[in-house]
């Protein structure tokens, strides 16, 4: 069974850890070639041309 300072030091080196992978998977996505389209169709329609403050 393990104790609680084996479980903590676990989480925070191995969350450490994850959470850079994580960081570099989402920047890895984020600038991937292919997706530049889609970033840039959600870059213009992030509002539509209808969308006009209430009066």
Request: aromatic content about 18%; charged content about 25%; hydrophobic content about 45%.
């Amino acid at each position: 069974m393990f104790t609680h300072d084996t479980l903590v030091e676990a989480a925070k080196s191995w969350g450490l850890f994850y959470l850079i992978g994580f960081s570099i998977c989402v920047l890895v996505y984020t600038f991937w070639p292919s997706n530049k389209a889609r970033f840039d169709r959600a870059k213009h329609n992030i509002l539509d041309e209808d969308d006009v403050p209430w009066k």
